[in-house]
């Protein structure tokens, strides 16, 4: 098949595959409420699960990175959503706290997994000039995922409850046929010209790099999960629990506002950082975030404020995650691209377990808005890691691996 097929191709099975990866993950979040009443949990419980999902993500998007340079980014890419399909169907038959956790960091290990292994193959099949607004159409899968896992919930949950809305999130799977199909291997992975060794990530000036990388996604991902893991139970929740009392319905509403203005962003952000460079733009869309979560944390008791503030604090609060994709696969070469990119991006996730823990356990004392407002202070940090590391627009993925195996004392 011609190659610019090829690249729509790819574009195409991986934003489904995140779109579908989203709306898996999320059903979680807007079942939250009922999860929590039937099994008798806690906000610090409740943020528990979530939080193992972050770290089960972590090492899923380290092994697929891993897998993928050693397998392929397509057969990586069709296993990862096997994962999170199947176990979101087990996660329908919990019993209790302990399987409920267990199904959850199965979903966990497809959802970091899924990421690595489709950005790996969407950056390699997409020229530079174009990589950014390709990453930003991939990455809008998010927010297409949480619109339909707000529909869907909205549509299931009233009427057959939480366990029948995770019976279908067994769906996706079907997604795996139509890649195996279609879609091929990156002719840059095929035609390497070293075999993959993670070692070489951690000597010469890779080992400074992928520690450089590693700590900006960390401190984006804290800022991330702890905001949008609580966002929906903090509109939900009546005010005299410290949220902004809008009830579970009209929650559901602002939240569909809130990722119209993430879809926006990740479009906008791809095409700005093609454009601009990857570190202003970056730094942009994660400083706006840092004002607009307390301000909105802090907002309740004004229904109509926390609308017209919604689409911004998605525009800005989402948008920046098309740089990952991108940035990271142009800092890696061709050999360790995909676990570099699993690595640095996911590893993080282990200790944004944090993050929603700590923001369920500020909102038992202090409300909601008060946990949301204290973790903006997670993207102040990640604008100023981010100028630590070169700007890689348009940078080939050819000239990477030439220059960055040149200095990687290995």
Request: hydrophobic share 55%; charged share 10%; with cysteine.
């Amino acid at each position: 098949m011609r190659r610019p097929a090829q690249k729509w191709l790819a574009l195409g099975a991986a934003q489904l595959g995140y779109l579908l990866d989203a709306m898996d993950v999320l059903f979680y979040v807007f079942a939250l409420s009922a999860i929590r009443a039937e099994f008798g949990l806690t906000n610090q419980q409740a943020g528990l699960v979530s939080g193992l999902t972050l770290v089960t993500s972590a090492v899923g998007g380290v092994a697929a990175g891993a897998l993928a340079d050693r397998w392929g980014r397509r057969r990586t890419l069709i296993y990862t959503i096997l994962i999170y399909s199947l176990a979101s169907g087990g996660a329908a038959t919990s019993g209790n706290l302990a399987e409920l956790l267990f199904w959850r960091a199965l979903i966990g290990l497809g959802l970091g997994g899924e990421w690595a292994a489709g950005a790996v193959l969407v950056a390699e099949w997409w020229p530079a000039s174009q990589r950014g607004r390709a990453m930003g159409i991939m990455q809008s899968g998010w927010a297409l995922g949480y619109l339909a896992a707000a529909a869907i919930s909205g549509f299931v949950l009233p009427r057959w409850g939480w366990r029948v809305l995770f019976l279908v999130g067994v769906l996706p799977a079907l997604v795996t046929v139509v890649i195996r199909w279609t879609v091929e291997e990156p002719p840059v992975w095929i035609h390497r010209k070293a075999d993959s060794d993670w070692r070489i990530l951690f000597r010469g000036s890779l080992a400074g790099l992928t520690l450089r990388a590693t700590a900006t996604a960390t401190a984006v991902l804290l800022g991330y999960w702890g905001l949008f893991t609580w966002l929906p139970t903090f509109l939900a929740e009546p005010q005299s629990a410290g949220g902004a009392g809008l009830g579970v319905a009209a929650g559901s509403r602002w939240m569909m506002s809130v990722q119209l203005g993430a879809l926006a962003g990740y479009l906008s952000f791809g095409w700005l950082a093609d454009r601009f460079g990857r570190r202003p733009v970056f730094a942009a869309y994660v400083l706006a975030a840092a004002v607009l979560t307390p301000v909105y944390g802090l907002a309740t008791g004004s229904p109509g404020f926390l609308l017209a503030l919604s689409p911004l604090l998605g525009f800005a609060g989402s948008g920046y995650f098309s740089v990952f994709g991108a940035m990271l696969a142009e800092l890696f070469p061709t050999a360790v691209r995909g676990i570099g990119l699993g690595f640095s991006y996911n590893f993080g996730r282990a200790l944004c377990a944090l993050a929603p823990w700590g923001v369920g356990f500020v909102a038992d004392r202090a409300g909601y808005g008060t946990g949301l407002a204290l973790n903006a202070s997670f993207f102040c940090a990640s604008a100023l890691l981010m100028f630590t590391l070169p700007e890689t627009r348009c940078q080939s993925l050819d000239e990477s691996e030439r220059g960055l195996i040149r200095g990687s004392g290995g």
